[in-house]
Structures are given as C-alpha cells and as structure tokens.
C-alpha cells in the first residue's frame, strides 16, 4: 500500500512537473522569440547551422514538401477562420455617430498628423516607390552604416518586438503600423479588408465609421506576437510564409516633425494615461518639481506641462531605456518594422500620403472596395522643426539626430543641417 502510495505521488509529480515546463517554454517563447528552432529561409541573414543526419533518397524533398503543405493548409483555414469571424464579431454601436468630432483644440493638434500643402507630388509613382525601396535596401546592405540591432536575423527579433506586424489574410497583406503617421486610419483600412469588426452583424464597410476606441484595440487585430499561442512550433515558420507570400508595406515621416507630432498629442492634450507614466516622472526629473497635482486636468488647470525640451531631455536620457523601452509614439520606425529583416514590397510617406494612399489600394488590388480617408492639412515640416527646435541647445538637437539617424537615412530624409549647425 505504501509502495502504491509513493508511486501515485510521483507520477502526480511527474505530470505536474512536466505542466510547469511547458508553461514556462510557451512564456520564455512568447517574451524571446523563436530564435533557432524554425527552419531558415531566404528572409533570414545567413547563420550556420549544424547538419541535419543524412536523410533517405527522396525523403529531404518529402520532409520539406510536407512542412509547406502543412503551412499552406494553415493559411487557408487561417483564412477561413477569418471570414468566419469576420462576421460574428460585434462591437456594440456608439449612440451618436463614429466619424470623429474633433474640439477646436484637438483639431489643431491632431491635424500634425497629416500631409502638408507644399508636398511634392511626383509624376512617376513607380518610380518613386522604387527608389525609396533602393535606397532602403542599400542601406541594410551597407556594412559600413551601423545601428543597434541592423544585424541580426528574423529569426532573432523576439515575438514582444512583432506586435506591429498587422496581418490580413482575406486580402494577403501585412502592414507595419507606426504611431503618428496615420496608422488610425490604415488601421481602419485593415479592418474593412479583413473584417475582423462588425457592427450588428454588418463587416465596416467604410473606414471611418469604425470607432477610434475599437482601432487601437489590440484584439481587433492579428499581429506576429500572438501568432505563438495559435500556431505552436510552426508559428515563426508562418509568418516568414506569409512574409513571402504576402504584399507588405509600412508609412513613414520625417523622424523630428514625428516626434513633434508625439508630443502634441500626448503632452499638450489632456491625457490622463501619459501624465501619469510619462509627463509626472519628467516634471520631477527634469523641472525638479516635488508635489504634482494627482490628476492631468488639475496639472492642466495649475499651468504644470511638461515642455518640448523636457521631452527631448527625457529621450536623451540614458536612464531612459533602462527602466522600459521607448513608447510606440517616439520609438524608431527602424524599431518597430524591421526593414532591415523585412522586405517591404511598399514604402509610403505622410509627406506624400494621398499619392501614396491611391498606389497602394490600387496594388493590393482593393481600390475600388474603399478609399483612404480623407487628411487633415497643415503647415510646412521644415517651418516646424526651426520653430520647434529653436529653444533646443545645440549639443541636444545633434544627440537626438544621432538617436534617429537610422531613421533619416533608411527612409530618405535629408539631415536637418539647418538644426545641426552653429
């Protein structure tokens, strides 16, 4: 009875044993990434592998046969699922209208966020496109112009790093979403292309009717990290399918009139979230302020904000990225997309964004189901970074550039010599 006992106890020891391990690779993985236990294809920068044993005639060209059937199987019940789901998932409707209403105050400031009247409009689109692709392409390629991270693989980006990753399947597109370039409305797009949202059993049909809360809702939306939980060991093997198979494209612009951007709309509007994590730990830092209202709106109400320069202090600040990395809104665009490990099939500027906006609907063949909508305008960029910067010491603005450098120089912006010299 004893010997029966201690046997029971340790198979219940066993089996719980063997639970935690596995819990504990699937939470390793999820933060981690995927590393080195997925088959290698062309997207990876080349790493040498230990040899495989000798296979059978015949069975290395089973094996992979086998792999990509079981994958193309995946994306198309994938795809499946997603139309299913399409159509059951309900988002409960707003009582007035969804098109956003906008203060005086929020429209000002939130119309940074669009084209400016002078943007060059250039004749040749393709041609254009092309370059902006060569000219990123070169620079990966360049062993001479380094930054963090540039060389490693796919396969090295950890799962937490892909969460910009959007993915459609219905229409095979994945795109790369950077805060302060109109994501919320390529956002909405990607919403009506997959119908991953409906409103009363209705898919949106028109971009904007679909609520800005349900935009940046991240279960709206298919991304790369949660592809760990659905797909297993498989998962990073997918999305380099779906990188291959897929048309992707991210939108970019001109990194110091982002940041100015960032900081319109989450330090000169009333938000209660980046008061509390960002602007009141930048007030005490770097404005030496002990006692802070407990609320944005009292913070408001007294005169206490934080200012542009105490903003670029905080992205200076080496203590910074030691306690969490940057936040979406003035992380590097390099950062969030990848291009280096990613080749993107499209190259879209907010400088550029209506032109832009028509070429790509029209190359995912999607055109004539929706239209971009329509952008706010404003003033120069070159006009908002000497107003901006003006204020700026000298030793700072060179810092930050050197901060975003990769940014400019991958994406084709000019350096802001105007900024950077005596």
């Known amino acids: 009875m004893d010997t029966m006992t201690k046997s029971r106890f340790f198979r219940l020891w066993l089996v719980l044993g063997s639970v935690f391990m596995i819990l504990l690779i699937i939470v390793y993985w999820d933060n981690m990434g995927t590393a080195h236990l997925y088959l290698h294809t062309s997207l990876s920068r080349p790493h040498i592998l230990q040899p495989f044993p000798s296979p059978k005639p015949g069975d290395g060209k089973y094996f992979t046969a086998s792999i990509e059937e079981i994958l193309e199987k995946l994306l198309s019940a994938h795809a499946k699922q ?54 990123l392409r070169g620079f990966c390629a360049n062993a001479s112009f380094a930054f963090p991270a540039k060389e490693r693989s796919f396969d090295d980006i950890p799962n937490y790093e892909l969460n910009h990753l959007i993915v459609d399947d219905r229409h095979g597109v994945i795109y790369c979403y950077v805060p302060k370039v109109a994501c919320t409305n390529w956002k909405r797009v990607m919403i009506v292309l997959s119908q991953s949202l409906s409103d009363q059993g209705t898919p949106y049909r028109d971009p904007l009717d679909i609520p800005r809360e349900y935009v940046h809702n991240s279960s709206t939306h298919l991304t790369f990290n949660k592809f760990w939980r659905r797909y297993g060991k498989f998962s990073r093997h997918l999305m380099k399918v779906k990188l291959k198979k897929y048309t992707k494209f991210l939108f970019v612009r001109d990194p110091f009139v982002r940041l100015i951007s960032a900081f319109r709309s989450k330090f000169e509007l009333e938000n209660e979230e980046f008061y509390q994590k960002f602007a009141v730990p930048m007030l005490k830092r770097y404005s030496n302020h002990t006692s802070l209202p407990k609320s944005v709106s009292e913070a408001f109400s007294a005169g206490l904000r934080v200012s542009f320069a105490n903003f670029i202090q905080y ?52 055109d004539r189901l929706l239209q971009f909508p329509p952008s706010y305008r404003n003033r120069t960029a070159s006009s908002w970074e000497e107003g901006w910067f003006a204020k700026i010491p000298l030793a700072w603005r060179r810092q930050l550039y050197k901060l975003y450098e990769a940014d400019f120089v991958l994406f084709g912006y000019p350096k802001p010599e105007n900024l950077l010299r005596d």
């Open 82 to 135: 997603n139309i299913l789901l399409g159509r059951k998932v309900e988002q409960p409707s707003l009582l007035a209208s969804s098109k956003p209403v906008l203060s005086n105050m929020e429209e000002s400031v939130r119309g940074y966020d669009w084209s400016s009247h002078d943007a060059q409009q250039s004749p040749d689109p393709d041609g254009r496109q092309a370059e902006r692709r060569s000219v």
């Open 315 to 366: 992205l200076l600040d080496p203590h910074t990225e030691k306690l969490a990395p940057f936040n979406e809104h003035w992380r590097q665009v390099h950062r969030l997309c990848h291009p280096c490990q990613i080749d993107y099939d499209f190259v879209g500027k907010l400088e550029t964004l209506d032109q832009d906006a028509t070429q790509l609907l029209r190359l995912l063949k999607v």
